[in-house]
């Protein structure tokens, strides 16, 4: 039996404009063949045990030739393999989708079509560019302005300006000067509003705004390389009312998020909506202890303890994966207390059905042990080196309790390379740092003789200060221990 083929337009470059039925698709592939234009936010999505062809840039830099790659998708196909061709923008505006197709098609192959949306209305959109307006134009025009090696550009300007419609250029950086000079000869006002946008709907997004006549002149001035759209038309001239994109309040700012990579998620997701530019570099990994005979030993004596006290979603998940493997559930935590340091703690026991009856005002260990009700022992599972804060205070209180690690936190980066590249690259480079334990795993990523003076920590809570401030970090601390704090901290920090 052979297989199948899902072609998924990606989207022009903001992952959030991936279609739902494109990451049902991505998330279910055997092998994803890919290229250049994809970007990295969505490359992630791809399921670890997925087999990756990049066909968009080889080892020399060169991309696959298509005859390639149609016989790519062929041959695992027909290996019996659940294939996605993602692709940029929309896959069959200029995108060789229906190239592609063909071969499968002579092969009796089962194909899909996920459409995407395509960078020729996305791009202008984000850079504050309706493509159509009312008032400007009955008609939006999308034209290739590729040119073939030697040859001129194959483009009817004359019906293009006869058109009055809103045109846009796609692959047409190279040869912008030509295109806005076709369009001049051929009678278009050299006063027609025109821009382009490179890279859009992605952080790294630039809008030159100029008129036919300047734009040639003003892109190569900037340095306008492609991937980028051109625009001509009277709508172009809305962008100055429009750019809701380059106002948002992190755009051309780069934040690094240094959690374990499956927790990092939200945190991206949203800095990414308020324009951040965000690199996922997961500085920890979790390792439940297993086996753990002090939490069998300590859940056979369930009944001796108050209070059970988890400090992190990651001792949330550790607990859950004992009572699982011990054939057990949720009924066999009895009537002990649940404590949770703080609101993802508790959401983590929401997700197994499960309520904290106690998370203390300020969400840190010192609190924790300070504020917890008094009465019985109290059991507390945490990472191995957990903060001794919670310990001295409930030693203070004379509250008996068995601290035992679950899990154990490793140090881990294997790009620590290029994390120390971009540490010293990058002026004002903002750090996000949600426990201590991340502070340790980015130094010791990135070389404890690493410069940190041109950086920022932006520290969840005054104990991962503390251990930033060791290391020589500048910090800033958010007002409470939550997601929401650390992002309301990096948006007005800048
Ligand atoms: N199928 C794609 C287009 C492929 S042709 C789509 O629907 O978007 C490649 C051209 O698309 C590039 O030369 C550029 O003109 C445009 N393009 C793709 N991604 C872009 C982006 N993020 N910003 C601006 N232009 C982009």
Redesign the pocket.
Known sequence: MPGKVTLV?AG??DPGLLTRKGLKALERAEVVVYDR?VSPAILALMPEGAEKINVGKQAARHPVPQDQINQILLDKALEGKNVVRL?????????R?GEELELLAEHGIPFEEVP?????I??PAYGGIPVTHRDCCSSLHII???QRAGKALDIDFEALVRTKGTLV?????SALPQICQGLLTAGMGPNMPAAV??????PA?RRISATLETLAERAEQAGVE?????VVGKVCALAEDFDWFDHLPLKGKTVVVTRPKERSGTLSARLRDLGAEVWEYPCIATLPLDPCPALDDAMERLGDYEWLALTSPAGVDALWRWLEASGKDARALGNVKLAAIGPGTGRELKKYGLKADYVPEVYDAAHLGAGLPAGGNVLILRAEEGSPALTEELARRNIGYDDIATYRTVYENPRSQELREALEGTDGLLVTFTSASTVKGFVSSVGADADFSNMVGMCIGAQTAAEAQKHGIPVKTARAATMDALVELITEGV
């Not at 492609?226 to 051109?230: F, G, K, L, M």
């Open positions: 337009g022009p470059g234009l692709k940029g923008g929309d896959p069959f505006l200029f995108g989708g995407g949306i395509t960078s020729a996305a791009a290739t302005g590729h250029f796609l692959m047409g950086v946008v490179e890279r859009g709907t992605t997004q492609s991937p980028a759209v051109i």
